[in-house]
């Protein structure tokens, strides 16, 4: 019993630590892209972030399924860790509520519109790129 509560120990600190880094993260590439837009109408920042995030965890998926490339550990601190840390799932959600509750409807349309779709593109680009090269 005592060996299972370490691996799950160590399990939750490669998660934890993989978030830490995903945070810092998404905090610095979406603050840089949101101030580089010039925008405060519209949250370029965490779009920004999503679509990286879905592109990268597109690309990851395709090499730790074509190529083995990710022990269990690794997936935990990269996809669970990293990515969860980065992508903001939550905060694409409270924006667009916001634009909801302020009656800009078109705002919150795109703003959904963008972030699935460019997302969804954005996994399938880097599941190909990985894909393409590795063939």
């Not at 519209?42 to 990851?60: E, Q, S």
């Not at 550990?73 to 799932?89: K, N, Q, S």
Request: glycine content about 14%; hydrophobic content about 50%.
């Amino acid at each position: 019993m005592r060996c299972r509560t370490v691996i799950e120990l160590y399990r939750l600190l490669l998660v934890g630590a993989g978030g830490f880094l995903g945070s810092v993260l998404r905090y610095v590439v979406g603050g840089y892209v949101q101030q580089a837009s010039g925008s405060v109408q519209f949250p370029y920042g965490t779009l920004a972030v999503n679509v990286l995030g879905c592109l990268v965890i597109g690309a990851l998926s395709a090499l730790a399924e074509n190529r083995g490339v990710f022990t269990a550990e690794a997936r935990l601190f990269v996809f669970v860790g990293i990515l969860g840390g980065f992508t903001t799932f939550s905060t694409f959600s409270n924006e667009t509520m916001n634009f909801l509750r302020e009656g800009d409807t078109l705002r919150a349309v795109v703003n959904m519109a963008a972030q699935l779709f460019l997302g969804l593109g954005a996994v399938w680009l880097g599941r190909s790129i990985v894909t393409a090269i590795w063939r």
